[in-house]
């Protein structure tokens, strides 16, 4: 099933890329300080999208998977730290099999 899911995912991705790089395909000139690059519209706009997704996602995982990440591992290290000592035993807490 998720083969299907990925094979469907690229092969819409690889159609919009195809329909915006033929509908923009004027030449724009890209100026970024130091140098001038003249490439069609369509791949500008499809690399700005993608490097929106990348910065976006990048974001993410900063602001929000990593202190969750961190917090987890402290969380397992405290568990740790009472089963071993074997002072208090919480039921339902179990550390889960990775």
């Not at 500008?44 to 490097?51: D, P, R």
């Amino acid at each position: 099933m998720k083969k299907i899911g990925f094979i469907l995912m690229a092969l819409i991705a690889i159609v919009v890329g195809l329909l915006v790089g033929t509908l923009n395909s004027g030449l724009v000139q890209l100026d970024l300080l130091w140098f001038q690059l003249e490439l069609p519209l369509g791949l500008v706009i499809l690399l700005g999208f993608s490097l929106g997704v990348i910065t976006g996602l990048g974001m993410l995982y900063l602001a929000r998977v990593l202190p969750l990440q961190l917090q987890l591992r402290k969380a397992r290290a405290t568990l740790l730290k009472r089963d071993n000592s074997g002072n208090q035993d919480i039921p339902g807490l179990d550390l889960p099999d990775d």
